[in-house]
């Protein structure tokens, strides 16, 4: 402070010192400031030739320059004697001037020499730092600012000297109470007469909030996949760009951000030609755009973004620059492609399914669209559903089951079936199967779906069936239970060995097998002696082989008509549900199968389960306990032969085992008091049981998991521990079992060890499904959990299982 003192009084004495008039004039030739000598001497002459005066002198003027080198005005020095005083006055209303300027000017003014050291600071430095200026000056200049910057801005000092040009930084500044600002400044040297750098005047201003802006800005555009630009209208340089840029192209910004026709590298050359051409040509004649596009963001991903560029036209209709945006929008395209290729999918199997399906609104049950299968089945033509409604279909009688099964599915929202006539059919009654199920759109029941099939042969037979006498009752009797466990049956194979057993059983013949056979060979792998019945197709066609030497009776074939008509009703569609299934457990490889789909499963499948229980609870186990007592009771009260006794007895005893063996069936299906008693105490009450049965120990440890849980995962984790247990006990042949229940806050974590003799799990990948590992995986995943196994010959099998305590949202 005190050098720049010493400055100003030596500028004083110089001025004091001058004995000649001054002025300052502008370019042209006015005078914008002049001295008490100037004044004096041209006292007697008025302003307008005192103006004309000082152009006479415009031989002795000194140019002054701004900081481009252009002249903005001149120093004109009269060449003329002044009284000391007069100078001394002049030289002290230039030093106010320019003092009432620093002083109260919102930006700082920092004056530092070679040695950084600050020797003057305007007053506005404790606006922005907090610092008084007798604190900095006389400071290293460089000590207020950021380490992380200290070094850059040092460097910009030094350049500023080096090169006697002005540099404009941006750094950061530790204010006095501890926080930091971000401070823009421009750093310009001053020469002495020599043309050396004498000191160094720094101008800065606080920009704190226009970069929290910035920040706030750049955070938003990170937020929502985004970059801003602006550029010149030929795209030479960015004169903006956000840091986004970089996220969404791939390219760092530095690398464009002087060359941005460097992003057309990263873009599809189909794309990058629609946009050199096109896109190109409209923002040409000043026409704004917005055009999708594709990044080659890395190799072998393929991003999008859309575009969207206004360009900026002056008022003269001259495009000064342009400004865009970028939208990364991805996720977007995926997830229509996604949605485009399901709908594909779901068209085609609508389209083509044997099965005759439409939809109906809610509104009056209105046809929206159907398929040619119902159009084969019901005789109407697709284009006269149009303003028709379903119930017309159906026979009058028959209108009130059917309206009744439609409100049932609006109001549970689950699928429902029924058996019906449709009316006004030319070929004389058709009896249909309709299963309606409901459509669900963005959680909100939308329309009905239907799916019909025709049943009028399968209903025919049943009717000529039950015409038969005792025989016929038998096969009747043999085709209900066949059809009722034929609803429970979930695979083509399964399906195959329950028909193979019912011919067996009911026409008591003992080779019967499936036989794909290849098409046209059909008559070549034929014999006499065997019987041929076709049920369905896969590769090639598939026929239900029986060996035989005896012929049946008319009734006889009716009846393996009518069950090979029930297989065959069943056979395509148990094919499609397989495939689906196939591909559902593609998806479950790949983490993509709707976790709410399992969830469907397995509640179907505890559904049925409970449902079996209650079946053999109350009909065949109190019927066996009926049947017990009576036995009892007439063992008590009359006298029989030794052996007639022991024979009561064996009775007896054999009911006993019975009615044990459906209980512990009953229980295994569905475990009493599992929901009321919580999944540990139900879990020590199964560990307790099976160690009766058991040659293995099991330790079993829980603690308190914090939350409980829902239905789904105790049996989840119930059933899970069943199918472990179950494989300990018929594979592993291990002594001791140890199985760990804990929970997180956010977790629950199984596991399951035995020192059994384990298994080689990379072998036996293809055969899980018969394993009932896959089972576990799927229950698992069902849980929005994971799953890791692990084991090999002689060391045993260890499960870990982690799935979280709150599940989303179906």
């Not at 950021?146 to 070094?151: G, L, M, Q, T």
Request: net charge negative; proline share 2%; charged share 30%.
């Amino acid at each position: 402070m005190q050098t720049c003192r010493d400055l100003i009084r030596s500028a004083r004495q110089l001025l004091q010192d001058m004995p000649d008039p001054m002025c300052i004039i502008d370019l042209h030739g006015q005078i914008l400031w002049e001295n008490e000598a100037f004044r004096k001497r041209f006292q007697a002459v008025d302003h307008r030739n005192r103006e004309r005066e000082a152009r006479r002198s415009h031989h002795h003027a000194i140019p002054i320059r701004n900081d481009d080198g252009q002249t903005i005005a001149f120093t004109v020095i009269v060449k003329d004697r002044l009284s000391q005083t007069t100078e001394e006055n002049i030289t002290v209303a230039h030093d106010e001037r320019y003092k009432i300027i620093a002083e109260n000017t919102s930006d700082t003014i920092v004056l530092v020499d070679h040695q950084a050291i600050v020797r003057y600071v305007s007053p506005s430095l404790q606006l922005i730092t907090g610092y008084r200026t007798e604190e900095y000056e006389g400071m290293d200049a460089f000590d207020i600012i950021h380490p992380d910057d200290r070094e850059r801005v040092r460097f910009a000092h030094d350049q500023a000297v080096q090169t006697k040009e002005s540099v404009d930084i941006e750094y950061r500044v530790y204010h006095a109470q501890g926080h930091v600002i971000h401070i823009e400044a421009r750093v310009k040297p001053v020469l002495d007469c020599d043309g050396n750098v004498k000191y160094v005047v720094a101008v800065a201003r606080d920009v704190t909030k226009r970069k929290k802006t910035e920040e706030l800005l750049e955070n938003i555009l990170d937020n929502v996949n985004a970059a801003v630009w602006s550029t010149d209208k030929d795209f030479n340089q960015y004169t903006f760009c956000s840091e986004s840029m970089e996220k969404i192209s791939g390219i760092p910004r530095e690398e464009i951000l002087f060359n941005p026709i460097r992003l057309h590298d990263h873009i599809h050359p189909e794309d990058n030609a629609i946009l050199m051409g096109e896109v190109k040509a409209k923002l040409d004649l000043g026409i704004p755009v917005s055009q999708e596009f594709r990044f080659i963001h890395v190799e072998g991903e393929t991003r999008w973004g859309r575009l969207i560029v206004h360009p900026y036209v002056d008022h003269a209709g001259v495009i000064e620059r342009l400004d865009g945006i970028i939208l990364d929008i991805t996720e977007k395209k995926r997830s229509e492609l996604a949605l485009e290729e399901s709908e594909q999918r779901y068209k085609s199997l609508f389209e083509n399914n044997l099965d005759g399906v439409f939809s109906i609104e809610l509104n009056g049950f209105y046809f929206v669209n159907a398929n040619r299968s119902f159009e084969t089945i019901t005789g109407i033509q697709l284009h006269q559903l149009s303003d028709r409604c379903f119930l017309g279909l159906i026979y009058d009688e028959e209108h009130a089951s059917v309206y009744e099964t439609l409100l049932q599915v609006m109001q549970q929202g689950e699928p429902r079936d029924i058996e019906c006539r449709l009316a006004n059919m030319r070929q004389g009654e058709k009896i249909v199967s309709i299963t309606f199920v409901p459509i669900f759109l963005s959680g909100k029941l939308n329309g009905i779906h239907g799916i019909v099939k025709d049943i009028t042969k399968r209903k025919h037979d049943e009717r000529e069936l039950i015409k038969s006498e005792e025989r016929y009752k038998a096969l009747q009797q043999s085709l209900n239970r066949f059809s009722t466990d034929l609803a429970n049956v979930m695979k083509v194979s399964d399906l195959e060995n329950r028909l193979i057993d019912e011919v067996k059983s009911v026409l008591h013949v003992t080779n019967v097998s499936i036989e794909e056979v290849p098409r046209g060979q059909e008559h070549a792998l034929r014999n006499e002696q065997d019987i041929w019945v076709k049920i369905g197709e896969k590769r090639q066609p598939v026929y239900l082989r029986i060996e035989t030497d005896q012929s049946f009776r008319k009734i006889e074939k009716e009846w393996l008509e009518t069950a090979v008509h029930y297989v065959t009703i069943l056979y395509d569609n148990l094919h499609l549900l397989e495939d689906l299934m196939k591909r559902l457990e593609e998806l479950v490889s790949n983490n993509e199968t709707p976790k709410w789909m399992l969830r469907l499963l397995f509640r179907l499948s505890e559904k049925e389960r409970a449902a079996l229980s209650s079946d053999l609870h109350d009909s065949v186990l109190q019927d066996l306990i009926i049947w017990y007592r009576k036995l009892e009771s007439l063992r008590s009260s009359k006298v029989f032969e030794d052996n007639t006794a022991r024979e009561l007895l064996q009775i007896e005893e054999g009911l006993l085992d019975a009615i044990h063996q459906i209980r512990i069936t009953c229980n295994e299906l569905r475990p009493p008091f599992l929901l009321k008693m919580g999944l540990v105490e139900s879990l020590k009450s199964l560990f307790s049981y099976t160690r009766m049965f058991s040659n293995y120990e099991i330790e079993f440890f829980a603690e308190q998991l914090g939350a409980s849980l829902n239905e789904e995962q105790i049996l989840g984790v119930y059933r899970i521990v069943q199918e472990l247990l179950h494989n300990a006990t018929k594979h592993s042949k291990a002594s001791k079992v140890t199985i760990a229940l804990t929970g997180t806050e956010d977790h629950i974590t199984f596991s399951y060890s035995d020192d059994g003799i384990g298994m080689d799990i990379a072998a036996l990948e293809g055969s899980f499904q018969h394993m009932g590992i896959a089972g576990i995986e799927k229950r698992v995943l069902s849980l929005e959990g994971n799953v890791q196994f692990h084991s090999a010959p002689g060391q045993g099998f260890h499960v870990m299982i982690q799935f979280p305590k709150t599940m989303m949202a179906r």
